[in-house]
């Protein structure tokens, strides 16, 4: 199978102003946006399929394991085990709102009329506020049909006007 992919690159802002790079890349199945720092790291991603006609949002994540900046002399230290690298934590700073915006500027962009997706019981337990900021993002989110064929407990949908 030959895959059709394309990469673009956008810039979002997390509450403070700092600048993060979004990379974009389109593939015959679906999307996948890469968050990066400063320095190229990939520190977050949204992965999407499309399913029936429409955009699904399998996955977004920020990351909370990013080894902060450090000189050549302290990560050569940290690598012989002496002393540790900090890490980074990209979480509660307004990423994944942001990127789930850009996500569906997109899906706009793109002619899709709604974003699908799930949440699953892992991600409710790790992250109980989970389904109230989807709400707050502006999504419907639904207990599920006991019989339902898709994965998660929760079904989130937004209409895209």
Request: charged residues 25%; contains cysteine; aromatic residues 10%.
């Amino acid at each position: 199978m030959i895959l059709h992919n394309s990469a673009t690159a956008f810039v979002i802002q997390d509450k403070n102003q700092k600048p993060y790079r979004i990379d974009w890349l389109r593939g015959d199945h679906g999307w996948s946006l890469w968050l990066c720092d400063e320095r190229g790291w990939r520190i977050g991603y949204a992965h999407t399929t499309f399913r029936n006609g429409g955009l699904f949002l399998g996955d977004i994540r920020l990351r909370n394991d990013v080894p902060a900046p450090a000189s050549w002399l302290r990560r050569a230290l940290a690598a012989r085990g002496i002393g540790k690298i900090p890490l980074m934590d990209y979480r509660n700073r307004g990423l994944g709102t942001a990127l789930l915006a850009r996500l569906e500027i997109l899906a706009r962009q793109e002619g899709f009329s709604a974003i699908t997706g799930c949440i699953v019981e892992s991600d409710i337990t790790r992250w109980p506020d989970l389904p109230a900021w989807y709400r707050r993002q502006g999504y419907s989110v639904i207990e599920k049909e006991p019989n339902s064929s898709d994965i998660g407990r929760l079904r989130i949908e937004k209409p895209l006007l």
